[in-house]
């Protein structure tokens, strides 16, 4: 009786080691533990306006720079169309100095060809050689007349530009104003949140829509002071997605960021070393295959399997 009651305690014991042993390997399967998440994007309004036009529903794809909604733009758009009136305008009060030029540079030409014939007739003393000087004399008035009305057509174009360039800048400033008046998503992703409808009115500031990059996913987990060596920027690690089963599935990882300063273990998480109390965080860039949700729990292995 004794024997076979110290068999059986001998059997409980070893079941129980089994036990616990198994239990350990479960615990120590994984090296870290964390939450998937991904770069999201608030974006507001950056006019103010009336929204006309907001086709958008959570859960879209979009594209980089995809336009989405529009706000009302139609006093700007005439603002503009007044300014660039304004700047036609200007441009034809500006004189052609070619042709402003064009009748004292033919008087010059003149009087020198006048001027040459009469020092053929000095010299053949046909002439007296008063005639070549008021000749020379009238070319000389004639010049300083052509410097003075060039440089006046020179201040009146400068003047002129200067004005159209104030207006061209005027231009500008609405053209980006209208180009804001477009509500466009700023990266490929997700719609997470929508915020405003068609119809509402917009002020720079006010959050339209969330969008987030779930293309690249990323797994913020979290390891002891021991496991810091084990890293470094840029090392594959391996991802398992936390679905509740036993063959979860497997995707490769990319360490992107690990933090400078350790923090206390958030209450969500639980590390490989329980009694570790700071833990660094780590981020862990993974390509998703569309199975990986935002705040999906996932668990990873810093050295592949032997």
Do not use: H
């Not at 014991?13 to 533990?33: M, N, P, V, W």
């Not at 336009?67 to 441009?91: E, F, H, M, P, T």
């Not at 004292?104 to 009469?118: L, P």
């Not at 833990?279 to 729990?297: H, P, Q, R």
């Amino acid at each position: 009786m004794n024997t076979t009651l110290s068999n059986m305690k001998v059997i409980l014991g070893l079941a129980i080691l089994i036990a616990f042993s198994s239990c350990g390997k479960s615990d120590s399967e994984y090296d870290a533990a964390g939450t998937f998440e991904a770069t999201e994007i608030t974006v507001s309004s950056e006019a103010m306006g009336r929204i006309t036009n907001f086709d958008l529903v959570e859960g879209q794809e979009l594209t980089e720079n995809q336009v989405v909604g529009s706000i009302d733009s139609i006093q700007l758009y005439l603002k503009k169309q007044q300014l660039n009136a304004s700047s036609k305008a200007l441009n034809s009060r500006k004189p052609d100095t070619r042709k402003q030029l064009a009748a004292i540079d033919q008087q010059i030409e003149t009087a020198k060809t006048e001027r040459k014939r009469i020092q053929n007739l000095v010299t053949a003393n046909a002439v007296n050689q008063k005639q070549l000087d008021d000749v020379n004399a009238q070319i000389a008035v004639l010049e300083k007349q052509q410097t003075a009305l060039k440089s006046s057509l020179e201040l009146t174009n400068s003047s002129l530009s200067g004005e159209e360039e104030a207006l061209q800048l005027q231009i500008d400033q609405l053209e980006d104003q209208l180009k804001k008046c477009r509500i466009v998503s700023p990266i490929a992703g997700t719609v997470l949140t929508k915020y405003a409808e068609a119809g509402e009115l917009a002020s720079p500031g006010k959050a339209l829509f969330k969008v987030a990059d779930t293309k690249n996913i990323i797994l913020r987990a979290y390891i002891s002071s021991d496991q810091l060596t084990q890293l470094k920027i840029g090392q594959k690690v391996q991802v398992f997605s936390d679905s509740g089963e036993k063959d979860s599935k497997q995707y490769e990882g990319t360490i992107s960021c690990i933090a400078s300063k350790a923090e206390f273990t958030p209450k969500t998480i639980q590390t490989r070393d329980e009694r570790a109390n700071l833990v660094y965080a780590v981020k862990i860039a993974v390509k998703n295959d569309g199975l990986l949700k935002i705040g999906m729990y996932g668990n990873v292995k810093l050295t592949p399997n032997p």
